[in-house]
Structure formats: C-alpha cells, structure tokens
C-alpha cells in the first residue's frame, strides 16, 4: 500500500509539476510537503525504476531524486532522463555530495544540486530556478505559473540589523551592481534575495550560482552556456544561467572562486552585457543585474594575485557588509525563537523551550560559525528533543570552540573542522542520545538505517563494537 505522498495530485492551477525520487519514506515525504506548500504539484516515488515508468507516461517540469538508492543509483537516473530526452530539469538531493558527482551529474543535465539533511529555502529556490531554465529551453512549458520572488525574513532589530536593512532599501531599487561581503553563515544569501526583492526585477528570476564547486570549464558553461559538441560529453547545448537570469538579477555565490582566466569574460558581461556561448560565435545580449558575495578580504586576494582588480572595481559599485553575529548579540533571543518555530513545522510538533541558561550560553558563544551555526545548533536540538525545556547541558557540547573547561575534550570541534567529521561526530552524539539505537538515531538524523550502518562501518566500528553495537 502506497504512503499518501506518493499518491498523484488532482490537476490544479500550481507553479509545476515536480517528482520526488527518495528511497527514504522519511525524506521523500519532508520534501514533498515543502513543495506542496510553495504552490508545486507534488508526485513521490521511492525508485528510479518507479519514476522511469512515471516519466514514460506524464511530463514533469522537474525532478528532484537522491543519489544514493538500491538498484538504479541517481547519477544511472539521471543518465536515463538524458538519454531518454525528457524535457524534465534535474535537481540531485544528496547526503554525499562531491566535486566530482555534481560535475558528472551536471554534465548529464543535472541542473544543480543540493545536500541533505537540505535546506528548505535552497530547494524551493533550486526548483524554481530549474523550472524556469526548463521554460527557457523549451518555450512550450512557460505556461507554467510563476510567482514573484518573497520577499525573505531578515529576523532581529538590533542596531546593526537596522542600518543593514536601511542600505537595502537604498540599493535595493537601483540597477547597479551590489557586492555583499561577511564571513561564512552571516546571511548573505539571505541579503541577496532581500535587494532583488526590494528591486523592480522582483517578479523576473533571482538565478544564483554557487561557484567554489564547479571547475573552471565546467563554470564557464553553467555561466555563459554552451553548444552541442562544445566538449566531450557536451551532448545538447546548455543555456546557461546569464540568460536564465535575463530581465533579473544573478546571484554569484563566492565570487572569488572563480578562475583568473574566466574573471576576464565576466568582466566583459559587466561592462557590454554580452557574451558568446561556449563552442558559439554567436553573441548574446542581455539585461540582468549582477549581485555578488564574498567571504574574503578582496584587496588581500588582490595583492595575491588572485582576483583581478578591474573586476573588483565593477562588483562594487554598491558594497554591502553582512555583520557576524557577535556582533549583533542582541537578535540571537529573536533568531533562536525563529529557528525554533521553522523546525517546529518541519517536524510538524510544538516548539522545543529554552531555559535561562541555555539562553545565556547561547547570548555569551562566540559564533565563529555565525547565524548557520545557531540555526543548525537550534535544528539539532529540535529534532533530539523529547518534549522537555532545552538546557545548557545539552547544548554545550555541540557548541564549536567553546570555553567551558568541564567540556569533553572529544566533544569539542575545533574551527575549519571538515564536513566529513561534522558528520561523523554528529551521528556519534545522536547515537549516543539514543543509547546505540540505530533504528531511533537514523529516524532522527532522517537517514535509513542501512546508510547509518554504512557510514558507521565507515568509521571503523564493529557490529558489536562499544555502545555503538546496541540493538537497533
């Protein structure tokens, strides 16, 4: 008997068609419902055989599928959506996500990527932007409802938030290009959105990029496009995301990843709004709006060698600066509540409370991570709760680089620790929650037990080694 997300919709006015493609009963369900709620028609299946069959007999205008399932993997997928020529844009949603994978699922035409456990926000984006790169390669499908960009939440009304939200509202209505700095999780996405929302191109696309992981070629032609036969495997040609964007704005995420010799081209599109696609003599005009961020010190990267500085100089024209959030101490009550509330409804149970101590350990950190730290910290806590007031004790140990000298030296996590061991020693904190429960700590982490049981034999642990053995 099939699960109630994966029964077909009713025909209704939505912004699209999307098919979900999730082994995971848990996950599949999670992203269907956050669709759903921003207007998509939703179809699940739990394979790709599933979905292939689906795909024969109804359109989508795009496909959101894991990569990681039994029998037929999401690159093989995505493979057979090629192959076949289904006109459905691709978004891969991936707990294992690699350079290499994004650029082998993208040259298959994958249009972007996601990680899990995902962010709503990216995915809503990342749909909509894939739905609408589908309208452009094939016309026909533009019939589809779009809706203009909202106008996103920018929570706290501490003085630094105040000044920032009076520059967006000054920049915001202008055409000019905006160049958005800040350390990593301070929001600057988030403030991206919230210029092109305040702009006379809200209700034309905000199409981003996310340029640390694309190699130089491959950046080249998600950028400007390419044509069939450009390079190997360029079967089909590609538009490419400054004529995804055209009549908006793009968003290039970390701009200073991108290659030296690719910053010259760029620096043509600024100043002439042209370029040619890849294996194209043919020039494009168009009229987007350039919105860029960076975490680093761009005249440090000048002096390096590594940014050209004839293109820093056309970025920021109107440069905008994202403060850390220790430095705005006095929104983190307001963002705690906020972040609380959003898992709440994910999870679909009330608010998990905080207490004063917890509150205090929380207004005293000193954030290294910023906002995506404690919004991270907040969803740890919302999903490990059982009902009870939320304490210091439990927040302590995930906090990185904190100060209590009764801390576990195991539990601390050092600044620039990589994905791969926040993950690791996330699954070993919710393990030890749940007291070696496999079962409860995979439904908690929303991953299936076989790939709990897949990343722990990873981490060198018997079947029946430590705590980590118990029955589940």
């Given at each position: 008997m099939k699960n109630v997300a994966d029964k077909p919709n009713a025909p209704s006015s939505s912004r699209g068609r999307v098919l979900v493609v999730d082994d995971h009963r848990q996950?599949?369900?999670?992203?269907?419902?956050?669709?759903?709620?921003?207007?998509?028609?939703?179809?699940?299946?739990?394979?790709?055989?599933?979905?292939?069959?689906?795909?024969?007999?109804?359109?989508?205008?795009?496909?959101?599928?894991?990569?990681?399932?039994?029998?037929?993997?999401g690159l093989e997928f995505i493979i057979q959506i090629e192959q076949r020529r289904y006109s459905s844009q691709v978004v891969m949603v991936t707990a294992h996500a690699t350079v290499s994978s994004a650029v082998q699922a993208m040259r298959h035409g994958a249009f972007d990527y996601i990680e899990k456990p995902f962010d709503v926000d990216q995915l809503e984006r990342l749909v909509g932007e894939a739905i609408r790169h589908g309208q452009l390669v094939n016309p026909s499908r533009g019939e589809t409802n779009t809706?203009?960009?909202?106008?996103?939440?920018?929570?706290?009304?501490?003085?630094?938030?105040?000044?920032?939200?009076?520059?967006?509202?000054?920049?915001?209505?202008?055409?000019?290009?905006?160049?958005?700095?800040?350390?990593?999780?301070?929001?600057?996405?988030?403030?991206?959105?919230?210029?092109?929302?305040?702009?006379?191109?809200?209700?034309?696309?905000?199409?981003s990029l996310n340029c640390p992981v694309l190699s130089a070629q491959l950046m080249e032609s998600e950028l400007f496009g390419h044509e069939r036969g450009a390079f190997t495997g360029a079967e089909a040609s590609?538009?490419?995301?400054?004529?995804?964007a055209d009549g908006?704005?793009?968003?290039?995420?970390?701009?200073?990843?991108?290659?030296?010799n690719l910053q010259a081209k760029l620096l043509r599109v600024l100043q002439e709004k042209s370029f040619e696609r890849v294996g194209s003599s043919r020039t494009v005009?168009?009229?987007?709006?350039?919105?860029?961020?960076?975490?680093?010190?761009?005249?440090?990267?000048?002096?390096?060698?590594?940014?050209?500085?004839?293109?820093?100089?056309?970025?920021?024209?109107?440069?905008?600066?994202?403060?850390?959030?220790r430095e705005r101490r006095d929104d983190i009550p307001d963002l705690v509540e906020h972040f609380f509330r959003r898992s709440a409804t994910r999870l679909g149970r009330d608010p998990a409370s905080v207490d004063v101590s917890a509150m205090d350990l929380l207004m005293h950190h000193d954030w290294p991570g910023n906002?995506?730290?404690?919004?991270?910290?907040?969803?740890?806590?919302?999903?490990?709760?059982?009902?009870?007031?939320?304490?210091?004790?439990?927040?302590?140990?995930?906090?990185?680089?904190?100060?209590?000298?009764?801390?576990?030296?195991?539990?601390?996590?050092?600044?620039?620790?990589?994905?791969?061991?926040?993950?690791?020693?996330?699954?070993?904190?919710t393990l030890e929650q749940f007291g070696g429960h496999r079962a409860k700590t995979a439904?908690?982490?929303?991953?299936?037990?076989?790939?709990?049981?897949?990343?722990?034999?990873?981490?060198?642990?018997?079947?029946?080694e430590k705590s980590f053995a118990k029955a589940g």
């Amino acid at each position: 008997m099939k699960n109630v997300a994966d029964k077909p919709n009713a025909p209704s006015s939505s912004r699209g068609r999307v098919l979900v493609v999730d082994d995971h009963r848990q996950a599949r369900e999670s992203m269907a419902d956050v669709l759903r709620q921003s207007g998509y028609q939703v179809d699940c299946r739990s394979s790709a055989h599933e979905a292939l069959n689906v795909l024969q007999q109804q359109d989508y205008d795009c496909v959101v599928t894991d990569l990681q399932m039994p029998g037929m993997s999401g690159l093989e997928f995505i493979i057979q959506i090629e192959q076949r020529r289904y006109s459905s844009q691709v978004v891969m949603v991936t707990a294992h996500a690699t350079v290499s994978s994004a650029v082998q699922a993208m040259r298959h035409g994958a249009f972007d990527y996601i990680e899990k456990p995902f962010d709503v926000d990216q995915l809503e984006r990342l749909v909509g932007e894939a739905i609408r790169h589908g309208q452009l390669v094939n016309p026909s499908r533009g019939e589809t409802n779009t809706k203009p960009e909202i106008s996103p939440v920018m929570v706290g009304s501490s003085a630094a938030m105040h000044t920032l939200r009076q520059r967006i509202a000054q920049v915001g209505p202008t055409p000019e290009t905006v160049l958005i700095t800040g350390e990593s999780g301070t929001g600057k996405e988030l403030v991206a959105r919230a210029v092109h929302a305040a702009s006379d191109r809200c209700q034309a696309p905000l199409v981003s990029l996310n340029c640390p992981v694309l190699s130089a070629q491959l950046m080249e032609s998600e950028l400007f496009g390419h044509e069939r036969g450009a390079f190997t495997g360029a079967e089909a040609s590609r538009t490419g995301r400054f004529e995804m964007a055209d009549g908006g704005s793009i968003l290039l995420d970390e701009v200073t990843e991108i290659d030296l010799n690719l910053q010259a081209k760029l620096l043509r599109v600024l100043q002439e709004k042209s370029f040619e696609r890849v294996g194209s003599s043919r020039t494009v005009h168009v009229d987007v709006r350039v919105l860029a961020t960076t975490n680093r010190d761009l005249t440090e990267e000048i002096d390096a060698g590594n940014f050209r500085q004839d293109l820093y100089y056309r970025l920021a024209v109107l440069p905008l600066w994202v403060p850390p959030l220790r430095e705005r101490r006095d929104d983190i009550p307001d963002l705690v509540e906020h972040f609380f509330r959003r898992s709440a409804t994910r999870l679909g149970r009330d608010p998990a409370s905080v207490d004063v101590s917890a509150m205090d350990l929380l207004m005293h950190h000193d954030w290294p991570g910023n906002v995506r730290e404690l919004e991270n910290i907040v969803t740890r806590a919302s999903v490990l709760n059982n009902g009870q007031t939320v304490t210091a004790d439990e927040l302590r140990r995930w906090l990185i680089g904190t100060a209590d000298s009764d801390l576990d030296a195991d539990a601390r996590i050092p600044v620039g620790l990589s994905l791969q061991e926040m993950e690791r020693r996330l699954i070993e904190a919710t393990l030890e929650q749940f007291g070696g429960h496999r079962a409860k700590t995979a439904e908690a982490l929303g991953i299936g037990v076989r790939t709990l049981s897949g990343k722990l034999r990873q981490y060198g642990y018997a079947p029946r080694e430590k705590s980590f053995a118990k029955a589940g």
